[in-house]
C-alpha cells in the first residue's frame, strides 16, 4: 500500500511562487515508489482531472503545455518526496493539486487519471490577479 500526503499549498499574488510537495511512505519495506511513474495534476470543481507535470522511473519528465517552463517536477529518492516548484504562476492556475503514482516504470506522453493508482488528498493552490 502505498500512502501520499501533499502540503505547500496557499495563496499567492500572480507572478509569485510556490513549492508544493509529496511525502511518499509505503505499507511494506519491499515496496518502493522510487522507480515508479509520478505526477502532479490538478483540478477545478466540476472539470476533469488534469496532468500537469510527471517523471517517469527513469527520470523523463513530461509536462503540460500550459505550465511548460514555468513549473519543475522533481524526486528526491532519499527523502521519498516528490516535490512540483511552480514560478510565475497565474490566476488560471488555480486549482487544488494533487500527487500521482502509478505502478509502473513508465509515464505516457498524455497522463490521465485512470492511468495512476494511487493517489493524495490534494492541496489548494490560489492565484490572485
Known amino acids: 500500500q502505498v500512502q501520499l500526503v501533499e502540503s505547500g499549498g496557499g495563496s499567492v499574488q500572480s507572478g509569485g511562487s510556490l513549492n508544493i510537495s509529496c511525502a511518499v511512505t509505503t505499507s511494506s519495506s519491499t515496496t518502493t515508489t522510487s522507480r515508479w511513474c509520478m505526477g502532479w495534476f490538478r483540478q477545478i470543481p466540476g472539470n476533469e482531472r488534469e496532468g500537469v507535470a510527471t517523471?517517469?522511473?527513469?527520470?523523463?519528465?513530461i509536462y503540460a503545455d500550459s505550465v511548460k517552463g514555468r513549473f519543475t517536477i522533481s524526486r528526491n529518492v532519499a527523502t521519498s518526496t516528490l516535490y512540483l516548484q511552480m514560478n510565475n504562476l497565474k490566476p488560471e492556475d488555480t486549482a487544488m493539486y494533487y500527487c500521482a503514482a502509478r505502478w509502473s516504470y513508465y509515464c505516457r506522453s498524455s497522463p490521465a487519471q485512470r492511468d495512476f493508482n494511487y493517489w493524495g488528498q490534494g492541496t489548494q493552490v490560489t492565484v490572485s490577479s
Open positions: 517523471v517517469a522511473g527513469g527520470g523523463e519528465k
